[in-house]
Nanobody, 117 residues
């Protein structure tokens, strides 16, 4: 049974920082590309950061320089360090795993991030 469990969300003031964690179980972590997505009310889910199994990273422009994705394969854990948070970063943040061979995807339940102005 595959489980992705996010933690670390919360309420923070604009300019502040949060670090999200995603612990995976039931998958071979090292052969999955890992990513963070977010979804704000009334908006589509969007990619926030991706780290492929080889370690390369992808960020959309709206988080470049502020967010950093990392992973610890030994701990089956992925992180998202978010700095200089803005009110528009308010959303539910989801952990995503995608098998590098089958492209099968798994999702966590999400963690709420709220940034006050």
């Amino acid at each position: 049974q595959v489980q992705l469990v996010e933690s670390g969300g919360g309420l923070v003031q604009a300019g502040g920082s949060l670090r999200l964690s995603c612990v995976a179980s039931g998958i071979i972590f090292s052969i999955n590309d890992m990513a963070w997505y977010r979804q704000a009310p009334g908006k589509q889910r969007e990619l926030v950061a991706r780290m492929i199994s080889g370690g390369s990273t992808i960020y959309p422009n709206f988080v470049k320089g502020r967010f950093t994705i990392s992973r610890d394969n030994a701990k089956n854990t992925m992180y998202l360090q978010m700095n200089n948070l803005k009110p528009e970063d308010t959303a539910v943040y989801y952990c995503n795993a995608r098998h590098i061979h089958t492209s099968r995807e798994y999702w966590g339940q999400g963690t709420q991030v709220t940034v006050s102005s």
